[in-house]
């Protein structure tokens, strides 16, 4: 099976690389803005390398594929698409916006991205391993104990976790009950113990997102508050806005 490349296959997309234990693997990661595709907002599959595009021009430092429905050929050549608008974005805004893959290990190790992995996905561990040393490796936590096995070994820590679910959200129903600003604000610190970086994922919006400006988290995570937007641009700019002017 052979897969598109995303532009740069030796090194991963715009590089990247958290506060960790043991060192970052590429360079500083501006974690402030995380993006999550979602393949049903915004115009279905088509769209989504436009809007990640938008969304980067907008703010956007971070960007994960996410497409649980199609099959790996497809799902590759999208995440390349996806890739490639990033970089471009990115290069127009002088920064390097690293790539995700959520779930498909296989795929990540081809393309040269990044890999997001679930609890109920491959198992972090065998992840790990099979990943190259320089692509990064997230992880969603979900609560304190899932936290503790992550960062307990063996091997290395994650790269960097999200925080699941900050509050319920319709994008993602299986997922456990809603941490709410304090529960993501314990996991994060306890996290940053360990020197791996936190972003809280779940009902964030423009509208709630001041509610977490006191926690640890590194940033956020949108799903349909850019996806579904009308201007990803706009909506991407108004919501890391919002963050930066919280957090002073």
């Excluded at 081809?110 to 972090?124: K, S």
């Amino acid at each position: 099976m052979t897969h598109p490349a995303p532009g740069r296959r030796a090194s991963a997309p715009g590089g990247g690389g958290g506060r960790r234990g043991g060192g970052g693997r590429c360079g500083p990661v501006d974690w402030r803005l995380y993006l999550v595709t979602d393949p049903h907002l915004g115009g279905g599959r088509d769209v989504v390398p436009r809007i990640v595009h938008d969304a980067v021009l907008g703010g956007v430092g971070v960007v994960q594929v996410r497409d649980k429905e199609c099959d790996d050929d497809e799902f590759a050549a999208r995440a390349a698409a996806v890739a490639d608008a990033a970089r471009r974005a990115g290069a127009r805004v002088g920064r390097d916006v690293p790539v995700f893959v959520n779930d498909r290990l296989d795929l990540a190790r081809e393309l040269g991205l990044h890999l997001h992995v679930g609890q109920r996905d491959v198992p972090f561990g065998r992840a790990r391993a099979e990943l190259p040393g320089h692509l990064m490796l997230g992880l969603s936590i979900e609560s304190d104990e899932q936290l503790d096995v992550a960062l307990a070994g063996p091997g290395p820590a994650p790269d960097v976790i999200g925080v699941s679910p900050v509050w319920s959200t319709a994008t993602k129903t299986d997922t456990a009950a809603e941490l709410g600003p304090g529960g993501a604000d314990r996991i994060a610190r306890a996290a940053h113990r360990a020197g791996v970086p936190a972003v809280g994922i779940g009902g964030i919006t423009a509208a709630n997102v001041d509610l977490l400006s006191g926690t640890a988290l590194d940033g956020v995570c949108a799903v349909s508050a850019v996806m579904g937007a009308p201007d990803p641009r706009a909506a991407a700019a108004e919501l890391l806005g919002r963050w930066a002017r919280a957090r002073r």
